[in-house]
């Protein structure tokens, strides 16, 4: 995997930290939203499973271009790229089998997007902030193999997506955080 150099211009932890709060409001607003609708696999519901990797696809993009600018990009963000694509489509077909289907395309997505997070944010552990980054993407790696296993069970729900967003959105703030306080120092 490519990572960044070992001396980010200063242009890279402004942009990180700029999309890492985008990211947090985001997740929170989605969350807070498909807990509200979790409750039947609907139209609303499943253009919002489909946003949320799309909205990943978005941020990942505007990573890129940020990392092409200042440095070597990530070619684990082009990776993570394609998953995300691949889930959006990969969630509109699940939706129309039910929610089993469903978690256990999410399932996928969670456990390689996770590994290639933690990928990313062990490259980039040089910038400060990362920790959070490289936690983040393991208890996504666990939580994935977690819906994946909701979905053989009669418990199978859509309302864990929502915590799971939302607690990858404080990660995303708790990184934003750090990385100005390491700004800063």
């Not at 409001?25 to 509200?36: D, E, I, N, S």
């Not at 799309?54 to 990776?79: E, K, M, T, W």
């Not at 969670?110 to 490259?123: D, N, S």
């Not at 400060?128 to 909701?150: D, E, R």
Request: charged content about 10%; hydrophobic content about 55%.
């Amino acid at each position: 995997m490519d990572t960044l150099t070992a001396t980010a211009p200063t242009g890279v932890p402004t942009a990180l930290r700029k999309l890492y709060f985008l990211r947090f409001g985001f997740a929170a607003v989605w969350a807070a939203l498909l807990f509200a609708t979790a409750d039947t696999l609907g139209a609303l519901t499943a253009t919002l499973l489909a946003i949320y990797p799309l909205f990943d696809v978005a941020c990942a993009v505007i990573d890129l271009r940020s990392a092409r600018a200042n440095a070597r990009p990530a070619r684990g963000l082009y990776v993570n790229t394609a998953l995300s694509t691949l889930t959006a489509i990969g969630l509109a077909v699940a939706a129309t089998s039910g929610i089993p289907a469903v978690l256990r395309v999410w399932g996928a997505w969670a456990i390689t997007a996770g590994i290639v997070q933690l990928l990313v944010g062990a490259a980039r552990r040089h910038l400060g902030g990362q920790w959070a980054m490289i936690a983040s993407g393991a208890i996504s790696t666990l939580a994935g193999a977690s819906f994946y296993a909701q979905a053989g069970t009669d418990d199978a729900s859509l309302t864990n997506l929502a915590g799971y967003a939302f607690i990858g959105g404080v990660f995303f703030l708790v990184s934003a955080l750090r990385l100005r306080r390491t700004r800063e120092v």
